[in-house]
């Protein structure tokens, strides 16, 4: 019997000068490519609201940062 498929899961932070803070988890993303496009759409509701600070996307299991979007007004 083959092994269901695992789907990667992925963090957005939203970093400044005092450290990152974990804004959300993403589970559902088939791919490191739509992983990153959630990334710009968070980013752009971000700069919408006029918040300041660069947003962090990295695979949960090993840390490795996958996309970064700077994020201001």
Do not use: H, K, N
Not at 7 to 23: E, F, H, N, Q, T
Not at 45 to 71: D, N, P, S
Request: hydrophobic residues 45%; charged residues 25%.
């Amino acid at each position: 019997m083959a092994e269901p498929r695992r789907v990667p899961v992925y963090r957005i932070a939203i970093c400044d000068g005092s450290g990152c803070r974990d804004l959300t988890v993403i589970d559902r993303a088939g791919s490191p490519r739509q992983a990153a496009r959630w990334l710009a759409v968070i980013a752009e509701q971000l700069r919408g609201r006029g918040v300041l600070g660069a947003l962090r996307l990295t695979e949960a299991a090993t840390g490795r940062v996958v996309a970064t979007r700077r994020v201001w007004p």
